[in-house]
């Protein structure tokens, strides 16, 4: 069964840090560009980043440029999300999912696969 | 950044009922659509993509139709199971957004 499975969510203050990781199985990981996206409380959904295949190429949402860096490690199926200097408006339940080629336009991307999310709240 | 509209915010139907959702898009994104169907503490899953192509393993009761700025999702009878929150994205360019969700609910 394709599953992805968020960890690492929690509770802190702003200006703090924070690792989420997504533990990946019944697939070949390392074939797939993988993204992180939030939804914040009553808001919408919003992707976040995302990188390929190699870890070679990374993106981000603007406003978490500089303060967040997607990362992933074939060997252990993993996709990891750093996040420094988080504010309140990181607050959000945070998923990772899967891209594949036949969901994509040029530019961007629909996701075939997403796991149940972790929760982050930024508060003191 | 391209918006997307739902409408409406908020949908009461009763099983069998056929219902259908909007989703425009502030400016013209080809056919570059997606309908996604989220319940509390459960992963979203993708329904359609491409404006029209049905995911596999999704019931046929979902369709999609449109094309440019303006799309719909169709439950065309509805089943206990589709008491959900439905979001459309687009992906003709980056970032791909999403709208605010349509919360479908029992009548």
């Known amino acids: 069964e394709v599953q992805l499975v968020e960890s690492g969510g929690g509770l802190v203050q702003p200006g703090g840090s924070l690792r989420l990781s997504c533990a990946a199985s019944?697939?070949?990981?390392?074939?797939?560009?993988m993204n992180w996206l939030r939804q914040a409380p009553g808001k919408g959904l919003e992707w976040v980043a995302n990188?390929?295949?190699?870890?070679?190429?990374?993106y981000y949402l603007n406003s978490v440029k500089g303060r967040f860096t997607i990362s992933r490690d074939n060997a252990k199926n993993s996709l990891y999300l750093q996040m420094n200097s988080l504010r309140a408006e990181d607050t959000a339940v945070y998923y990772c999912?899967?891209?594949?080629?036949?969901?994509?336009?040029?530019?961007?991307?629909?996701?075939?696969?997403w796991g149940k999310g972790t929760t982050v709240t930024v508060s003191s | 950044d391209i918006q997307m509209t739902q409408s409406p915010s908020t949908l009461s139907a009763s099983v069998g009922d056929r219902v259908s959702i909007t989703c425009r898009a502030s400016?013209?994104?080809?056919?570059?659509l997606a309908w996604y169907q989220k319940k509390p503490g459960k992963a979203p899953k993708l329904l359609i993509y491409?404006?029209?192509s049905l995911e596999s393993g999704v019931p046929s009761r979902f369709s999609g139709s449109g094309s440019g700025t303006e799309f719909t999702l169709t439950i065309s009878s509805l089943q206990p199971d589709d008491f959900a929150t439905y979001y459309c994205?687009?992906?003709?360019?980056?970032?791909?957004?999403f709208g605010q969700g349509t919360k479908v609910e029992i009548k």
């Open positions: 999912a899967r891209t594949a080629s036949e969901y994509c336009s040029t530019a961007s991307c629909c996701h075939s696969v």
């Open positions: 019944g697939f070949t990981f390392s074939d797939y560009w």
């Open positions: 990188i390929k295949e190699d870890g070679s190429d990374k």
């Open positions: 400016q013209s994104i080809s056919s570059w």
């Open positions: 491409k404006a029209s």
């Open positions: 994205q687009q992906y003709n360019s980056s970032p791909g957004t």
